[in-house]
């Protein structure tokens, strides 16, 4: 839920937050619930209350117990039960919805106007009869004496179908129509026309009794009208008294008795008004364009406050008799807003006024908190002057307003007054420095207090050991260890492993020196050794020993946490503990020389003196034992080839003869 303030008025928009997809399973819904503080504190007023992708439309039934909205892709209908606070039935449609009529006091009747012509009836069970109009339809009104439908579009007519016979009668002639209104009281007929004009009938003797000219009366001398103006949205209050919007985003409320408009109100957007809604408790009118919803005053014309989604807005609804504003807009979540000014909660949701008065009690941090005013001098400063113009940044009087989450990053990037704040951060420090040479004042460092008190113990009991013969050096007075009590990186984290394993220890030091203190006070020897020295120095072993199972606990503690979240999400990286071989193990910590000489009388190692003078160092790596045994075999076998193998020593070669007569 977002809190807003506009004029003193709050307005809680309760459909802000965020929505989980349909698609998810309920274990996935239950761990978001578990994890996202978001989605834990977000209030559903009405579940699924959202379209696939767009809501066009949006009614409430005269009974109150019914919303119904329509919306695409794909075109469909919803209607949502206020008692059971859910989604009762959808349907779904040949073509997008134009306009719809709930002609029942619940869902039972229900007309459509598809934007390719056809009208569609539809019954409690469903889809009911169809029928087509002869031209493209904008608007349309039921007039309940005559069972009349009055249907006005791009055409010079007003085609009229009766529901009772069935059939179309004779239609009303006059200039092409956008929108249309029937009196509820004395069920006057009125339509719009793009010229500006509207025109008022009268049912009984289809006749035209009145037209008012609404385009020459929207240009006053505070609007900026560029083009002839159009009607676009007409809503009669009572008998009286009605509204006109204009296509430039101008509302002129009449007095029908007077052919001059009372009041004419500018959205000064340039926008075409949407739809206008009457609040007769408060005597407010409330209209909208695509960018804004206006509440003002219908006598005095007075911003009574103002909402401004983020989406564009297609219609508004006004729950009957109550502060609640549902919107039907670009976005698939249809928007809810309650507005305790304009009226209670309804009585289906009457939980929402303690709540409202709980938040009153302890005011929590506005929309605005979360934003950030600007200039255009401090935009060039930071490099966001390209951003002017864009959806990051909203125009608001002289200024802007931008996310505050935006405006800190880009200020730690960029920050243009970081030299100045680096001056007189060292002019700071001169002060100090200047007014600790003037006068010696006994005070604790900003930085390791403890450590610093402890320091200072250790100075008044040192002027006893200097009686003793014994004096040692100030940590505080050494200028080595002076960055150690004023740079704040220096502090000591009490926190953190290596502190915890040696806190037992310093305990146990900074307890034998207040005994060793205690015994010079008293004239003992200061070497002096008890009897149960041998039980603290077990002590404060098995105190480390402690601490140690604590940190193996909480180590196991945070990997046992990191798996089951990266079970859970399975978008991380999965980390694995590595368990050390037997040559890890037997490893010890040696200096490099022990080591040298280990390899070296292992064979691993071979040193040898160079012609230059300097030593050469040859390893050899450590064989596996298959290699090993490998190596045992071939020399094994090598020893038995040899002690078979015959000397072939005493074979000599005989010297050849020559060639000559063979002798007789």
């Not at 500006?196 to 385009?215: F, S």
Request: proline share 4%; aromatic share 10%; charged share 30%.
């Amino acid at each position: 839920m977002q809190v807003s303030s506009v004029n003193d008025v709050k307005i809680y928009n309760l459909s802000c937050g965020k929505s989980l997809p349909e698609w998810l399973s309920d274990r996935k819904k239950r761990a978001l619930l578990k994890k996202d503080v978001g989605i834990q504190r977000r209030i559903e007023l009405i579940q699924d209350f959202s379209m696939p992708t767009v809501s066009t439309c949006i009614k409430v039934s005269r009974d109150g117990q019914y919303i119904l909205a329509a919306g695409t892709y794909k075109p469909r209908v919803r209607c949502y039960d206020t008692c059971q606070l859910s989604l009762k039935f959808e349907r779904c449609l040949d073509s997008e919805v134009v306009a719809f009529e709930i002609l029942s006091d619940d869902y039972s009747k229900l007309v459509f106007l598809h934007c390719d012509r056809y009208v569609e009836f539809h019954s409690q069970h469903g889809f009911y009869y169809k029928t087509r109009i002869p031209k493209f339809g904008r608007d349309f009104s039921y007039h309940y004496p005559s069972c009349d439908l009055y249907f006005v579009g791009a055409s010079s007519e007003v085609f009229r179908l009766n529901l009772e016979q069935g059939r179309f009668l004779n239609s009303l002639q006059t200039d092409s129509v956008c929108a249309c209104d029937i009196n509820p009281v004395h069920y006057l007929f009125s339509h719009g026309t793009i010229e500006g004009k509207v025109e008022c009938w009268d049912p009984r003797t289809r006749n035209r009794v009145g037209v008012l000219d609404c385009a020459l009366d929207s240009v006053t001398d505070n609007t900026e009208v560029e083009g002839l103006p159009s009607v676009s949205a007409l809503r009669f209050k009572d008998a009286l008294h009605m509204a006109v919007g204009t296509s430039t985003g101008q509302i002129l409320l009449y007095d029908l008795r007077a052919n001059r408009p009372l009041i004419v109100k500018d959205h000064h957007y340039g926008l075409p008004i949407k739809t206008i809604q009457f609040q007769d408790n408060l005597d407010l009118v409330l209209s909208a364009d695509s960018k804004i919803i206006k509440m003002w005053n219908t006598e005095t014309g007075k911003i009574f406050s103002t909402i401004e989604p983020e989406r564009d807005i297609n219609d508004i609804c006004l729950y009957p008799n109550s502060g609640m504003l549902f919107t039907a807009n670009e976005d698939p979540k249809m928007n809810t807003f309650y507005i305790p000014a304009l009226g209670p909660a309804p009585r289906w949701c009457a939980f929402l006024d303690s709540l409202t008065e709980e938040l009153e009690e302890n005011p929590e941090t506005t929309v605005y908190d979360d934003y950030k005013f600007v200039t255009r001098k401090d935009l060039e400063n930071l490099g966001l002057a390209h951003l002017i113009g864009s959806a990051l940044l909203r125009a608001y009087m002289h200024g802007f307003f931008m996310d505050i989450r935006l405006y800190h990053k880009v200020k730690t990037l960029v920050n243009p007054f970081a030299y100045e704040e680096y001056r007189k951060d060292k002019i700071r420090q001169k002060i100090e420095e200047t007014r600790a040479q003037r006068v010696q004042i006994k005070k604790l460092p900003n930085v390791n207090k403890d450590l610093a008190m402890k320091l200072i113990e250790d100075d008044e009991n040192q002027q006893i050991r200097k009686k003793k013969g014994k004096n040692l050096p100030s940590i505080l007075r050494d200028d080595r260890f002076k960055v150690m009590f004023e740079n704040p990186d220096y502090q000591v984290d009490e926190a953190s492993e290596e502190f915890r394993l040696l806190n037992p220890i310093v305990s146990k030091q900074n307890k034998l020196k207040s005994v060793d203190n205690d015994e010079e006070r008293e004239g003992k020897p200061s070497d002096a050794e008890t009897s149960d020295s041998s039980d603290d120095d077990k002590g404060w072993v098995e105190e480390v020993r402690k601490q140690r199972k604590l940190l193996y606990f909480e180590a196991k503690a945070k990997r046992k946490e990191q798996k089951k979240q990266d079970r859970e999400t399975k978008l991380e990286p999965q980390f694995f503990e590595i368990k050390t071989g037997e040559e890890f193990r037997s490893l010890k910590m040696t200096t490099l020389e022990d080591r040298l000489k280990l390899d070296e009388k292992s064979g691993m190692l071979n040193v040898s003196d160079t012609t230059v003078g300097s030593k050469q160092l040859t390893f050899s790596l450590k064989k596996s034992d298959q290699q090993q045994k490998q190596l045992d075999a071939e020399r094994q076998h090598q020893l038995e080839r040899k002690k078979l193998r015959r000397a072939a020593g005493h074979l000599q070669s005989k010297p050849s003869r020559g060639r000559g007569r063979r002798p007789f």
